[in-house]
């Protein structure tokens, strides 16, 4: 295939009026870039094209090769070099975009770069055709810059049960029938970010499976506008929203859909496993440990966030000498501290398996362990020193009108170079980020989004030396 130039905005969001079957509260959607709702995360996900074309982040966002100029995301890190600019890249974006990762290469390339892995294995282990096809269709998403979702988790119905144990086998996305020239799937994911605007959406086994698990065993690629597939989008989050009383949340979208596939044919060449359950696991895990390190680079703006916001609000507020207002600053820049020391260092001491650096998966799921356990206590810290007007300011209204304006102005202001409209600006985006639908939607994404707590606590206790710590132990006691 020809590369092609990279996309423009315009471009991208051209790319989704694709025919594709988008559902919005029950109804058709049948452009989702004039959506009211979807169409602001079109534009919010359009960041990452237009920082392509922005002399402050092109070098950053545009790998140069010869005359091949294609996005930073598609490169497969092979160094720690790559993944600490890769880290750099996702931080940039994120920031770009208020602290809402963009997300519509980020996950794609994670599992990309997963698919290579476990490709190589699978070639070895006498599965030689997915590694090619795995290549093939990594420069298909490089070469036309394509955004891409990440479909892993399925509904999975009991928990306690496996796919082929539920009462529906289709609680677990299958296969339903085999033909020369490919399979048809059913079953549904859900949780899926950003496939009501991404071009393509990449199919994963979300755990692993036995033997008589064969037909869940599945990964593939299908574009977003296949025939019986059909994206159920979530409306949180989607009342209108006045940018003055929600900077950050009028602007910025992020979607989920429940994504179903009914019937769907999935041809040969955009199959990357089928029936190999031994290689269900690897692939699942491995999509994980790339996706943990995009994780914990995207939350660094949103933990710089937190502590410079609290630092303000406490200045606004005239409490910022306080000895109580100190340490609680000071957990706030520690928690952002560990975090980004903890990305770092699972950058400098990746592995590099199959060609592909790896970010250190002990230290990529402490550190998200650390951030997704300790975000309800900083927005608490975060809260605690804004006071209530958080959920009790008059309107933005209210500061224009002239049977209020007088009296908000009057009442409102903090400390000095701190009047009612400065302070009453960072309290909303303060109110915007912690106490809004936005503010929620951020909490649930920090316990679940990339696997949940006990998932990272599961993977953090397996990769812990715990032999050698406690042959010390057992040492200094002398048995
Ligand atoms: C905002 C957001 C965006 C997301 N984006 C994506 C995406 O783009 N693509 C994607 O594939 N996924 C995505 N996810 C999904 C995310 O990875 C899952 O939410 C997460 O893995 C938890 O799965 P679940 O929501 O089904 O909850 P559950 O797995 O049902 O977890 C609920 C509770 O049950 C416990 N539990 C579950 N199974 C067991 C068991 N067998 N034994 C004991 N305890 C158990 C869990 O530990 C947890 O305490 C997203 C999630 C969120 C919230």
């Known amino acids: 295939m020809t590369a092609m130039a990279l996309r423009n905005a315009e471009q991208y969001k051209e790319s989704l009026r694709d025919g594709r079957a988008v559902y919005f509260r029950g109804e058709r959607v049948s452009d989702v870039t004039l959506h009211p ?5 079109v534009e919010h996900a359009a960041t990452d094209y237009r920082m392509a074309e922005d002399p402050r982040y092109s070098e950053l966002a545009v790998v140069s090769e010869g005359a091949e100029r294609y996005s930073r995301y598609y490169q497969v890190p092979a160094s720690a070099a790559d993944l600490l600019k890769r880290k750099e890249l996702i931080a940039a974006s994120t920031r770009e975009g208020a602290t809402l990762v963009v997300l519509i290469k980020e996950i794609g390339t994670d599992a990309l770069f997963a698919l290579h892995v476990v490709g190589t294995q699978m070639a070895r282990a006498g599965h030689p055709e997915y590694r ?3 290549s093939r269709f990594h420069r298909h998403c490089r070469d036309q810059d394509l955004a891409v979702a990440v479909a892993q988790t399925d509904v999975k119905g009991d928990r306690s049960l496996g796919p082929g144990a539920q009462a529906d086998p289709d609680l ?4 339903v029938a085999e ?8 079953g549904a994911k859900v949780h ?9 959406i990449i199919v994963l086994p979300t755990r692993a499976m036995r033997p008589e698990d064969r037909a869940w065993a599945i990964a593939f690629a299908v574009p977003a506008n296949a025939p019986g597939l059909k994206l159920i989008a979530s409306p949180h989050g989607s009342a209108p929203k006045d940018p003055i009383e929600h900077p950050i949340s009028a602007r910025h979208k992020m979607i989920e859909t429940l994504t179903v596939f009914d019937d769907v044919f999935i041809p040969n060449e955009r199959i990357f496993l089928r029936g190999e359950t031994e290689f269900s696991g690897t ?8 996706h943990r390190f995009t994780a914990i680079s995207y939350k660094l703006p949103l933990l710089e966030l937190m502590a410079g916001a609290a630092h303000a609000v406490a200045e606004a507020n005239g409490i910022l000498r306080a000895a109580h207002v100190r340490d609680k600053l000071t957990q706030l820049a520690a928690y952002h501290t560990i975090v980004r020391g903890l990305t770092d260092y699972a950058a400098i001491s990746c592995t590099v398996e199959e060609g592909v650096a790896v970010a250190n998966t002990l230290l990529t799921n402490v550190a998200k362990y650390h951030f997704a356990h300790h975000y309800h206590q900083a927005v608490q810290i975060v809260q605690d020193l804004a006071g209530g007007l958080l959920v009790t300011a008059p309107a933005a209204e209210d500061l224009a009108s002239e049977a209020t304006s007088a009296y908000v102005r009057k009442y409102l202001g903090g400390s000095p170079g701190f009047d009612a409209e400065r302070r009453f600006r960072l309290l909303n985006m303060i109110g915007d980020l912690t106490a809004s639908d936005f503010g929620g939607y951020q909490e649930v994404l920090a316990v679940h989004a990339e696997g949940g707590l006990e998932a990272e606590k599961l993977q953090a206790y397996r990769e812990y030396d715990f032999k050698s710590a406690a042959d010390y132990a057992r040492r200094l006691a002398g048995i």
């Open 192 to 200: 899926t970010s950003v496939a009501t605007n991404a071009n393509e």
């Open 283 to 290: 692939l699942a895990l491995d999509f994980v440990r790339f």
């Open 172 to 175: 677990y996305v299958r296969v």
């Open 37 to 41: 709702v979807i169409g602001l995360a």
């Open 132 to 134: 090619e096809r795995i």
């Open 179 to 186: 033909r020369p020239d490919g399979v048809i799937v059913r």
